[in-house]
Nanobody
């Protein structure tokens, strides 16, 4: 089995920063793309940032210049550095990864989510 475990969420004031790590574990053969999504109350889940296996990145317009996605392939971990946080960034943040397990096809996996609240 494969698990994605996020951490690092919490309450932060507007203008503050948070760093979200997400670690993959299990019988992993290859990790392809990894990304972060978020879902605010009453809204659909949306892509925040994504990174390919070779480090190409893609960001939602709303977070460009404020958030940075990175990954450590050796540690099977993806990070989301969030700076200049705004109240509208408040949401549950989910880690996602396209993973091929041993003796299996690649498929999407999701973490359990971590709450980020931006408020004074």
């Amino acid at each position: 089995q494969v698990q994605l475990v996020e951490s690092g969420g919490g309450l932060v004031q507007p203008g503050g920063s948070l760093r979200l790590p997400c670690a993959a574990s299990g019988s992993i053969f290859t990790i392809y793309g990894m990304g972060w999504y978020r879902q605010a109350p009453g809204k659909q889940r949306e892509l925040v940032a994504a990174i390919t296996s070779i480090g190409s990145t893609n960001y939602a317009d709303s977070v460009k210049g404020r958030f940075t996605i990175s990954r450590n392939n050796t540690e099977k971990t993806v990070y989301l550095q969030m700076d200049s946080l705004k109240p509208e960034d408040t949401a549950v943040y989910y880690c996602n990864a396209d993973i091929r397990i041993l003796h299996g096809p690649p498929r999407d996996y999701w973490g359990q989510g971590t709450q980020v609240t931006v408020s004074s």
